[in-house]
Protein backbone atom coordinates (compact mmCIF):
# COMPACT_ATOMS: atom_id res chain seq x y z
CA UNK A 1 0.00 0.00 0.00
CA UNK A 2 1.19 3.30 -0.84
CA UNK A 3 1.05 6.61 1.09
CA UNK A 4 -2.35 8.80 0.50
CA UNK A 5 -0.51 11.15 -1.46
CA UNK A 6 0.75 8.29 -4.19
CA UNK A 7 4.09 9.07 -3.66
CA UNK A 8 6.12 6.13 -2.46
CA UNK A 9 9.37 8.44 -1.35
CA UNK A 10 8.77 9.87 2.30
CA UNK A 11 10.74 12.81 3.22
CA UNK A 12 14.65 12.39 4.69
CA UNK A 13 14.52 12.34 8.41
CA UNK A 14 15.56 16.02 10.08
CA UNK A 15 18.29 14.02 11.88
CA UNK A 16 19.64 12.77 8.24
CA UNK A 17 18.87 15.85 6.99
CA UNK A 18 20.58 18.15 9.02
CA UNK A 19 24.00 15.80 9.47
CA UNK A 20 23.99 15.66 5.60
CA UNK A 21 23.72 19.76 5.79
CA UNK A 22 26.34 19.94 8.13
CA UNK A 23 28.59 17.81 6.37
CA UNK A 24 28.06 19.26 2.79
CA UNK A 25 28.97 22.57 4.29
CA UNK A 26 31.64 21.40 6.09
CA UNK A 27 33.64 19.59 3.11
CA UNK A 28 32.96 23.29 1.11
CA UNK A 29 34.46 24.77 3.67
CA UNK A 30 37.29 22.77 4.17
CA UNK A 31 37.61 23.15 0.51
CA UNK A 32 37.52 26.88 -0.04
CA UNK A 33 40.28 27.17 2.91
CA UNK A 34 42.67 24.70 1.31
CA UNK A 35 42.88 26.87 -1.68
CA UNK A 36 43.19 30.05 0.40
CA UNK A 37 45.69 28.20 1.96
CA UNK A 38 47.68 27.05 -0.85
CA UNK A 39 47.03 30.75 -2.79
CA UNK A 40 48.82 31.89 0.43
CA UNK A 41 51.59 30.05 0.62
CA UNK A 42 52.40 29.71 -2.66
CA UNK A 43 52.69 34.22 -2.68
CA UNK A 44 54.75 33.75 0.50
CA UNK A 45 57.27 31.23 -1.41
CA UNK A 46 57.02 33.65 -4.13
CA UNK A 47 58.48 37.03 -1.63
CA UNK A 48 61.56 34.67 -0.41
CA UNK A 49 62.80 33.88 -3.88
CA UNK A 50 62.47 37.38 -5.44
CA UNK A 51 59.56 37.05 -7.54
CA UNK A 52 57.07 39.79 -7.22
CA UNK A 53 53.79 37.18 -7.83
CA UNK A 54 50.39 39.32 -8.93
CA UNK A 55 47.62 38.32 -6.77
CA UNK A 56 45.38 37.35 -9.81
CA UNK A 57 43.76 34.29 -7.69
CA UNK A 58 42.58 32.76 -10.69
CA UNK A 59 42.67 29.61 -8.53
CA UNK A 60 40.15 31.61 -6.00
CA UNK A 61 37.95 32.15 -9.03
CA UNK A 62 38.03 28.09 -10.27
CA UNK A 63 36.84 26.90 -6.91
CA UNK A 64 34.07 29.56 -6.38
CA UNK A 65 32.59 28.74 -9.56
CA UNK A 66 33.21 25.27 -9.23
CA UNK A 67 31.69 25.46 -5.48
CA UNK A 68 28.73 27.19 -6.89
CA UNK A 69 28.49 24.86 -9.32
CA UNK A 70 28.61 21.48 -7.13
CA UNK A 71 25.92 23.05 -4.95
CA UNK A 72 23.59 24.35 -7.17
CA UNK A 73 23.31 20.54 -8.49
CA UNK A 74 23.38 19.29 -4.73
CA UNK A 75 20.66 21.44 -3.83
CA UNK A 76 18.39 20.62 -6.86
CA UNK A 77 19.06 16.88 -6.28
CA UNK A 78 18.47 17.22 -2.68
CA UNK A 79 15.15 19.42 -2.90
CA UNK A 80 14.34 16.68 -5.13
CA UNK A 81 15.19 13.84 -2.30
CA UNK A 82 12.69 16.14 0.41
CA UNK A 83 16.09 17.22 2.27
CA UNK A 84 14.60 20.61 2.79
CA UNK A 85 17.73 21.73 5.16
CA UNK A 86 20.63 20.53 3.12
CA UNK A 87 18.89 21.89 0.11
CA UNK A 88 18.40 25.14 1.48
CA UNK A 89 21.82 25.23 2.84
CA UNK A 90 23.10 24.19 -0.49
CA UNK A 91 21.22 26.84 -2.03
CA UNK A 92 22.66 29.43 0.79
CA UNK A 93 26.57 28.30 -0.12
CA UNK A 94 25.35 29.21 -4.05
CA UNK A 95 24.28 32.94 -2.94
CA UNK A 96 27.16 33.44 -1.15
CA UNK A 97 29.89 32.45 -3.04
CA UNK A 98 28.09 34.24 -6.04
CA UNK A 99 27.52 36.92 -3.76
CA UNK A 100 31.32 37.66 -2.62
CA UNK A 101 32.76 36.86 -6.31
CA UNK A 102 30.97 39.74 -7.19
CA UNK A 103 31.90 41.42 -4.37
CA UNK A 104 35.46 40.33 -4.96
CA UNK A 105 34.80 41.46 -9.38
CA UNK A 106 33.61 44.61 -8.14
CA UNK A 107 36.71 45.20 -5.81
CA UNK A 108 38.94 44.44 -8.81
CA UNK A 109 37.16 46.97 -11.13
CA UNK A 110 37.73 49.90 -8.73
CA UNK A 111 41.39 49.00 -8.26
CA UNK A 112 41.62 48.93 -12.17
CA UNK A 113 39.82 52.46 -12.59
CA UNK A 114 42.14 53.84 -9.03
CA UNK A 115 45.09 54.03 -11.05
CA UNK A 116 47.08 57.35 -11.64
CA UNK A 117 46.15 58.73 -14.95
CA UNK A 118 48.73 60.86 -16.38
CA UNK A 119 46.61 64.41 -17.52
CA UNK A 120 48.16 66.48 -19.97
CA UNK A 121 49.38 70.20 -17.90
CA UNK A 122 47.21 73.00 -19.78
CA UNK A 123 48.57 75.46 -22.02
CA UNK A 124 49.89 78.76 -20.96
CA UNK A 125 47.86 81.20 -21.53
CA UNK A 126 48.84 83.58 -24.51
CA UNK A 127 50.31 87.20 -24.25
CA UNK A 128 47.28 88.08 -27.18
CA UNK A 129 43.76 88.16 -24.35
Known sequence: MGSPTGSSRGRVHWFSDLLL??????????AVAYV??????????DSYQGRVSSPDGDSLW?????IAALATVAAIALARARAPFAAATQAL?????????????????????????????????????
Open 62 to 66: ICGWV
Open 93 to 129: VVVATLLLMSVAAAEEHSDDRSAPVSVPAPAPASADS
Open 36 to 45: VFAEGMSSWA
Open 21 to 30: AFCLFAAEAV
